[in-house]
Every structure is written in structure tokens, then in C-alpha cells.
T-cell receptor, first 111, second 113 residues
Framework: EPEVTQTPSHQVTQMGQEVILRCVPI?????FYWYRQILGQKVEFLVS????????KSEIFDDQFSVERPDGSNFTLKIRSTKLEDSAMYFC?????????FGPGTRLTVL | SQQGEEDPQALSIQEGENATMNCSYK?????LQWYRQNSGRGLVHLIL?????REKHSGRLRVTLDTSKKSSSLLITASRAADTASYFC?????????????FGSGTRLQVQP
């Protein structure tokens, strides 16, 4: 069964460094999303992407964040200058119609 | 405003018993989705129920939706130790017509073998 994959599973970085989280959505899906979950908190929406552009974003998704679909398969989230409070699980999701299918997540730890 | 809040926050039952979790939401929705998350892991999609549906089944799962009360319930029948996880309801964002999901805080289910 097709699934969303994410790499790396765990990323440790120093505050102020740039990180790129990678996702490979399900191949025929058209809508792509990033969510995050700070430890012990709710899953929060960051951004959605459709037709090669951002379709909506939350207040969390500020200028430090960017997304890209550099080729036909990858979908990336870049954090330009990480802060301690960016430490969280980051989930990618994709959708064709209806259900969103989530990847296993990348645990980002900012030291 | 909060959208998609589950109760109870935690539930502990014995294997073989049924588990019922509830979700309330505040605005009109097109659909409501339930997800499972094992500790520290990804979100697994369980079931989607549309606003014009009242009940839906998938294996040992039964989901109901009452749009007049803005509530949904997830019933897991004949629970197993492997059902131990957190369960979340999620609805499309209230302020747009788009599909980004708003998640509740979840119900932590512990099934004792």
C-alpha cells in the first residue's frame, strides 16, 4: 500500500542553524501539508501546498519557514534559523480527495 | 476557538471491552476524521465520516456523527492490547473552505491485557 515517507526520522541541530525536512508524498496525490506536534501538545497545521504554490498557512508559518516541491516527488520544509521552540515532531501529509495520509514524522531537536 | 475536542482525556479498559471516545466541534464541517497515534509515532488514518452520514463502520470501529449536536463518537469493539494509543478527531479548518485539519487534544487509550 502506498505511504508517505519522511527523512530523516530524527534531526538534531544547533539553534540558529538551517534544517530541511524531507517528505515523499503518495505519488498520485495533489495536496500536500506540513503539521507539527510539540511534545505533549496538539497536532498543529503549518502549511498546505497545491499546484506548486502555498494554498494556505497558519500563523505559526512565519518568514523562517518555507516549503518547496523541487521535483515531481519530494516536498520539503525548510526552517532558516532554528529556535529552541521549533523542537517538535514534524509531519508531512498528502491527499487526493478526502482523507489525509500522514508520514511517520521527523523529530526535530534544537539545542 | 477550539475545534475538535475529545473526551475523555484518558481511558483505561480491559482487553475485550469496548472503548468509546467522543469528539465535539464548534463550526460546520464537511467531514470529520479519526486518527490513531502510537506513542511518539505517526498518525494513522482510521476513518472519515462525511457530514451527510450518521454512522460508519470499519472492522471493529464504529463512528457516529451528530451534526445537530456537533459531536462524533468512536467506538472500538472487543479491544486488544494493540489498540493502546492516542486517538484524535480532526476537522477541516473552520475559517476556510480548505482541507487543512484542526486536531483535538486526543484521548489516550490504555488497554490492559
Amino acid at each position: 500500500e502506498p505511504e508517505v515517507t519522511q527523512t530523516p526520522s530524527h534531526q538534531v541541530t544547533q539553534m540558529g542553524q538551517e534544517v530541511i525536512l524531507r517528505c515523499v508524498p503518495i505519488s498520485n496525490h495533489l495536496y500536500f501539508y506540513w503539521y507539527r506536534q510539540i511534545l505533549g501538545q496538539k497536532v498543529e497545521f503549518l502549511v498546505s501546498f497545491y499546484n506548486n504554490e502555498i494554498s494556505e498557512k497558519s500563523e505559526i508559518f512565519d518568514d523562517q519557514f518555507s516549503v518547496e516541491r523541487p521535483d515531481g516527488s519530494n516536498f520539503t520544509l525548510k526552517i532558516r534559523s532554528t529556535k529552541l521552540e521549533d523542537s517538535a515532531m514534524y509531519f508531512c501529509a498528502s491527499r487526493l480527495t478526502g482523507e489525509q495520509f500522514f508520514g511517520p514524522g521527523t523529530r526535530l531537536t534544537v539545542l | 476557538s477550539q475545534q475538535g475536542e475529545e473526551d475523555p482525556q484518558a481511558l483505561s479498559i480491559q482487553e475485550g471491552e469496548n472503548a468509546t471516545m467522543n469528539c465535539s466541534y464548534k463550526t460546520s464541517i464537511n467531514n470529520l476524521q479519526w486518527y490513531r497515534q502510537n506513542s511518539g509515532r505517526g498518525l494513522v488514518h482510521l476513518i472519515l465520516i462525511r457530514s451527510n452520514e450518521r454512522e460508519k463502520h470499519s472492522g471493529r470501529l464504529r463512528v457516529t456523527l451528530d451534526t445537530s449536536k456537533k459531536s462524533s463518537s468512536l467506538l472500538i469493539t472487543a479491544s486488544r492490547a494493540a489498540d493502546t494509543a492516542s486517538y484524535f478527531c480532526a476537522t477541516p479548518r473552520e475559517d476556510t473552505g480548505r482541507r487543512a485539519l484542526t486536531f483535538g487534544s486526543g484521548t489516550r487509550l490504555q488497554v490492559q491485557p
